[in-house]
């Protein structure tokens, strides 16, 4: 009998040991939140492997039996009827704004922005314009090289677009390190070694503190912003620990309001950070909740690792977000999902969100908004406007007033297909945008279909009997949904405006993707859905070129006052088909720069070249054969009068998976200058 008490009192002891763990793992403490509580418990917090493990079960097992076996939530597993969308509207119409504009920044306001390049992607705005113009069209076939820099400490793709502030170059290189280059000469000043897989992955910051007289330099390493001095390649001892604080992971860099340095981060959160000490000012928790809805608050993910900038007059930091989790299956996170897929405007000053715009709704098939925003101005009605732009993989070009969030061009909500999965409970609508006119395709159609070969057009249509595609078509069971996603329109990095002439230049892709959705049980025999989210096939032709027409790649330049597409130019070649068709394009993740000399300066394609565009008309007018793909925006500057251009050439990440046979890593960071 003592030994069945003390049996007893072991087994109760032992769960609710357990259960305590589980509640600690649970459980976090942040009192810095505005719009949450200092203590949360959710399923995001955990950090034991074996206690995420176990909470997975439990959660198949939820799905499984609470759901699939019990009355009060059969409704949930039973696919939408189809005749409840055929009685509503086709499309909506959504009027943009018509007045009440904000007056836009002076083009003298915008001018100040690029006396340096202080950080990736040109400044706080994110608009990647040079107003350099020494190089230009007349002069373009005398650029030559000026110097190559090896940092021969690795090889791998850089994303990060060069910062150059008083003729010194800083970027990250392939094996970890930040490193200070002389603008004139690639010669090496100082290296710094980070402990971390890719610091400044996205990119760096550079501020000049006059309160210290100190020349600073900020990037993020997973979660840690670094803060060193730009000068010595030091680490600043009295910001944070020694030089680092820990923020929630962030691959962007941080901008700055009012001497505050601003994150967006994964947690997902925007973090407020005193940019002398580096203590937590305050976050704020970017997760909307449709408390109707039930279980709407299991998503994950959906986070603003795309690109945080900023408007600093008005005090404001705009930032982009990412899909939620799972990506092609929603079953467990209904509802719309906010904020994911979105562009999202929050006032640091007033420590308020002011507005979003979602562009997708419950997303399930990998759209998410991957550039950067840029914060620029247009003419509307015979004024200058305050704009925000956000570019999309959909090969949209969203504009909206910077204050409000109104789309600034009409639009329509249009019907969307039901889904047919069980537990899957799509948007009714989704957007359809007319104007600006998309930069790329984002409705797959049979039009599209190849037709290099009979034989490769049949190869494809055979692969489509079995397929769904269309206007955001919903998966099934055991077949494909075809649609231009993966790396489809415009990916991270983003596009260059001319805020003179208000003109957009964006490279963009045009491939079609395969997603598949089946039904799988575990061990347990819990019921799942699982996806070909790592191994998702192009739709090919017999020779694995894409399946479709091309051109497959494409640089546009875009009037942002009108909305209209002024030139489109494919963007690269196959080596294997340029004989036959050098118009073929490829995909490309370089990106664009546009400078006043009227150039545009792109790299990012499988053939290696680094290009320059007439930008009134999009002709190729000079091109130069790189040691390995350009993988990041080009940067130009000027030093002791005279103007450089200079691209990461060290392969692309994005490329080499896709192209394992084609792309090549590598180390080198090249520069340009005119010959004297």
């Known amino acids: 009998m003592k030994l069945l008490k003390f049996s007893a009192y072991f087994i109760l002891t032992a769960v609710l040991l357990l259960a305590s763990l589980i509640l600690y793992d649970l459980a976090y403490y942040d009192p810095s939140y505005l719009n949450r509580n200092a203590i949360t418990f959710s399923p995001n917090n955990l950090n034991s492997?074996?206690?995420?493990?176990?909470?997975?079960?439990?959660?198949?097992?939820?799905?499984?039996?609470?759901?699939?076996f019990s009355d009060k939530h059969k409704k949930f597993w039973e696919p939408e009827d189809p005749l409840i969308r055929k009685k509503l509207k086709k499309t909506i119409k959504i009027k943009g704004k018509r007045d009440n504009f904000s007056t836009g920044?002076?083009?003298e306001e915008i001018?100040?922005?690029?006396?340096?390049?202080?950080?990736?992607?040109?400044?706080?705005?994110?608009?990647?314009?040079?107003?350099?113009?020494?190089?230009?069209?007349?002069?373009?076939?005398?650029?030559?090289l000026a110097w190559v820099y090896n940092s021969k400490d690795g090889k791998k793709g850089i994303q990060a677009n060069p910062v150059v502030y008083n003729g010194l170059i800083y970027t990250p290189t392939p094996g970890n390190f930040i490193v200070c280059l002389d603008g004139a000469t690639g010669k090496e000043?100082?290296?710094?070694?980070?402990?971390?897989?890719?610091?400044?992955?996205?990119?760096?910051?550079?501020?000049?503190?006059?309160?210290?007289?100190?020349?600073?330099?900020?990037?993020?390493?997973?979660?840690?912003?670094?803060a060193l001095n730009a000068k010595t390649g030091k680490l600043i001892k009295d910001f944070g620990k020694s030089g680092k604080i820990k923020i929630g992971s962030s691959p962007i860099p941080p901008t700055i309001i009012d001497e505050q340095l601003v994150l967006a981060t994964t947690r997902p959160a925007i973090e407020v950070y005193d940019i002398y000490?580096?203590?937590?000012?305050?976050?704020?928790?970017?997760?909307?909740?449709?408390?109707?809805?039930?279980?709407?608050?299991?998503?994950?993910?959906?986070?603003?690792?795309?690109?945080?900038?900023?408007?600093?007059?008005?005090?404001?930091?705009?930032?982009?977000?990412?899909?939620?989790?799972?990506?092609?299956?929603?079953?467990?996170?209904?509802?719309?999902?906010?904020?994911?897929?979105?562009?999202?405007?929050?006032?640091?000053?007033?420590?308020?969100?002011?507005?979003?715009?979602?562009?997708?709704?419950?997303?399930?098939?990998?759209?998410?908004?991957?550039?950067?925003?840029?914060?620029?101005?247009?003419?509307?009605?015979?004024?200058?406007?305050?704009?925000?732009?956000?570019?999309?993989?959909?090969?949209?070009?969203?504009?909206?007033?910077?204050?409000?969030g109104e789309p600034i061009f009409d639009y329509e909500m249009k019907l969307a297909p039901a889904s047919k999965l069980p537990g899957e409970k799509t948007c009714q609508y989704q957007p359809s945008f007319k104007l600006p006119e998309p930069f790329s395709r984002s409705v797959f159609k049979i039009e599209d279909v190849t037709n290099r070969s009979e034989a490769d057009r049949e190869h494809v249509m055979a692969q489509l009997q079995n397929s769904n595609y269309g206007f955001f078509p919903t998966h099934e069971l055991d077949k494909y949904t075809i649609v231009y996603n993966l790396s489809g329109g415009a990916q991270w990095t983003g596009g260059s405006v001319d805020p003179y002439k208000n003109i957009l230049y964006v490279t963009a892709n045009q491939v079609p993707y395969k997603i598949k959705v089946f039904a799988a049980h575990d061990v347990n025999n819990n019921f799942k859905y699982k996806t070909n989210i790592f191994t998702t096939p192009r739709l090919s032709d017999l020779n694995g070129y894409p399946g479709v027409k091309p051109p497959w790649g494409t640089l546009t330049a875009l009037n942002l006052n009108t909305g209209k597409i002024i030139w489109q130019v494919p963007l690269g070649y196959f080596e294997s088909l340029k004989s036959k068709d050098p118009n073929t394009g490829t995909e490309n993740f370089g990106g664009a720069t546009a400078t006043a000399g009227g150039l545009v300066f792109v790299g990012g394609t499988l053939d290696k070249l680094f290009r320059a565009f007439d930008s009134n008309t999009g002709e190729e007018l000079w091109s130069y054969q790189l040691p390995y793909i350009g993988g990041a925006p080009p940067t130009s500057y000027e030093v002791d009068g005279e103007q450089y251009i200079i691209i990461p050439a060290t392969g692309s990440y994005s490329l080499k998976v896709d192209y394992p046979d084609l792309v090549e890593q590598g180390d080198a960071f090249v520069a340009f200058k005119l010959q004297k």
């Open 49 to 68: 492997r074996k206690i995420i493990k176990l909470h997975t079960k439990l959660e198949n097992f939820y799905y499984t039996f609470a759901y699939k």
């Open 105 to 107: 920044d002076k083009i």
């Open 111 to 144: 001018e100040k922005n690029f006396a340096n390049w202080p950080r990736s992607h040109g400044g706080f705005t994110s608009m990647r314009f040079s107003s350099l113009k020494k190089i230009n069209k007349d002069n373009i076939k005398k650029l030559e």
């Open 189 to 226: 000043i100082w290296k710094y070694k980070v402990d971390g897989t890719q610091p400044a992955k996205r990119g760096i910051l550079i501020w000049n503190d006059k309160k210290n007289n100190i020349l600073k330099l900020f990037f993020t390493n997973f979660d840690e912003l670094i």
């Open 277 to 404: 000490s580096g203590k937590i000012k305050w976050k704020y928790y970017l997760r909307k909740i449709d408390k109707k809805v039930f279980n709407a608050r299991n998503f994950r993910s959906g986070n603003p690792w795309g690109g945080i900038s900023s408007d600093n007059k008005n005090g404001i930091v705009y930032l982009t977000t990412g899909n939620p989790l799972f990506y092609y299956v929603g079953v467990k996170r209904p509802g719309k999902n906010l904020y994911a897929n979105s562009i999202i405007a929050f006032d640091v000053r007033n420590k308020k969100m002011l507005w979003y715009f979602q562009e997708t709704c419950h997303d399930i098939w990998n759209f998410d908004i991957a550039a950067p925003p840029i914060v620029t101005t247009i003419n509307k009605n015979g004024n200058r406007i305050d704009v925000v732009v956000a570019l999309t993989k959909l090969g949209n070009t969203i504009i909206l007033d910077r204050l409000t």
